[in-house]
């Protein structure tokens, strides 16, 4: 039943950028002034052509690659692992499962699935090629010894982070248990787009359109924990924080990965989940618990969670305050709300594939917003106008939408595939998305170049 506060991400994120504007920040982690440097240096930094978001890397920096253009066109080409990649196999920097070029594209301390991993793939991503994005580094969390810790003045009882009202993995595990399967998308897939079609580079991690993956998840609800650790009607805000290594980034210490939550989203649909496809949570998915917020930006997805704050005031953080906002020229002073993800389409093809000509090809692809369910997808081949994909009937309704469009291409040369969308609130992606320094939400069509041969 919908909890009768409001739990629309846009509206939520809106009204608690107006009362951290207003300076009625608590908990933000590091004082105001400093925070407003940071953004500061985020804008000079999305100013200066070619730089990324300087990332603190806690793990072996094996992988870290300051001066790789992140928005050559061939980003993800087989080769873009760049002279970093440790061998075919190795595991990404402060990440624990393999990594193979075949299956991912490495930025930093994140690796990005290729969406030719996904052909003849059902409905989810297989854990194998599930994309990660971390801010510093897998830690590796016993079990045994780790608690979720709830604590804040919006339980019974006011317990203190010192004092937490404390569940156990097996605590969990005797819960009742739900499945869900969601999607879970960073908020800056798409963003090497922004360079690689439109008007300039963003900074941040500079992925195409393997940011995203849908996964069954199965745990326990984020409500019946709340309830049992003595929830009042007071509660506004929850905050779930990560146990990875505090995130540094432009020289100014954020403080552990953590995301405030509207109460009514927090007893609605989320899930701390302890099993991704069927299996324990790996260690890179956020063994041995994590938070999945469906519908939501990944950031809100908090991996590793430990403490959660439950609080009867407005709740902060850097990543809903300084990051996760649209910031630039068009966007409000002090930024504007990201709302839900954006539409986006992606074909299960390598970048530059090769198709041969005069032959019947099927092409298959996927769909996915945040605002709702796909409705509808076209395809462009170059040769004949948008025309209508198949939807993949059983998909009606999910996080995305599988497709299929055929095409028999004729003449041996270069061509260009693009697809669209449009989803059931009428959300499209236009030719060119709107920009925004932080580069997210990109939804333009994605122009995705192939070879007829
Ligand atoms: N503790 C913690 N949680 C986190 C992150 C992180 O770095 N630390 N990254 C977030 C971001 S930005 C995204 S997009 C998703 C990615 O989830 P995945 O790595 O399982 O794909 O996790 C979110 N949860
Ligand atoms: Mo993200």
């Avoid at 203190?160 to 009742?176: M, Q, S, W």
């Avoid at 953080?317 to 990051?323: A, D, F, K, R």
Wanted: charge should be negative.
């Amino acid at each position: 039943m919908p909890h009768p506060l409001s739990y629309d991400e846009a509206d939520h994120d809106a009204r608690r950028a107006r009362q951290w504007l207003a300076g009625r920040a608590r908990g933000a982690g590091v004082p105001r002034p400093r925070l407003l440097e940071l953004g500061t240096a985020m804008t000079a930094l999305a100013a200066a052509a070619g730089e990324r978001e300087p990332v603190a890397v806690t793990a072996d920096p094996v992988g870290a690659d300051p001066g790789r253009d992140a928005t050559a066109p061939d980003a993800t080409a087989p080769d873009a692992a760049g002279p970093d990649a440790a061998g075919p196999d190795a595991a990404g920097p402060g990440m624990v499962k393999p990594l193979p070029d075949r299956l991912f594209t490495r930025h930093d301390t994140n690796a990005e699935m290729r969406w030719e991993a996904m052909a003849g793939q059902g409905y989810v991503v297989p854990t194998d090629r599930f994309f990660v994005r971390n801010h510093t580094a897998t830690p590796l969390i016993d079990p045994d010894t780790w608690r979720l810790s709830l604590f804040g003045d919006g339980l019974r009882g006011t317990p203190t982070r010192d004092r937490p009202v404390e569940f156990g993995y097996d605590d969990l595990r005797r819960l009742p248990a739900e499945r869900v399967t969601a999607l879970v998308e960073c908020a800056g897939n798409g963003r090497r787009f922004f360079a690689g079609q439109q008007d300039g580079p963003s900074p941040g991690v500079a992925w195409g359109l393997g940011g995203v993956g849908v996964a069954h998840w199965r745990g326990v609800r984020l409500s019946t924990v709340l309830r049992r650790a003595g929830l009042t009607g007071a509660a506004i805000d929850v905050m779930p924080e990560g146990l990875d290594p505090e995130y540094v980034t432009g020289g100014v210490n954020l403080g552990r990965v953590r995301r405030p939550l509207p109460i009514g989203k927090a007893l609605d649909d989320v899930l701390l989940a302890y099993e991704m496809n069927g299996e324990p949570l790996t260690p890179d998915h956020g063994f041995p618990v994590r938070v999945v917020v469906p519908g939501w930006i990944g950031i809100s997805s908090i991996k590793w969670v430990g403490p959660v704050e439950v609080s009867a005031t407005p709740l902060f953080s850097p990543w809903n305050t300084q990051l996760y906002r649209m910031f630039g020229p068009g966007h409000p002073d002090g930024g504007g709300e990201l709302g839900p993800q954006s539409v986006k389409s992606a074909f299960e093809l390598p970048w530059d594939a090769r198709i041969p000509a005069g032959a019947e090809v099927v092409l298959r692809g996927r769909s996915w917003s945040g605002g709702g369910p796909i409705r509808s997808v076209q395809v462009h081949t170059g040769d004949d106008g948008w025309r209508p994909a198949e939807l993949v009937a059983g998909d009606a309704g999910g996080p995305w939408q599988r497709w299929t469009a055929h095409w028999r291409p004729a003449e041996p040369g270069p061509a260009t595939l693009r697809a669209r969308a449009t989803d059931a609130t009428g959300a499209g992606q236009p030719e060119r998305a709107r920009h925004n320094d932080l580069g997210y939400l990109f939804d333009g069509v994605v122009r995705h170049p192939v070879t007829v041969c």
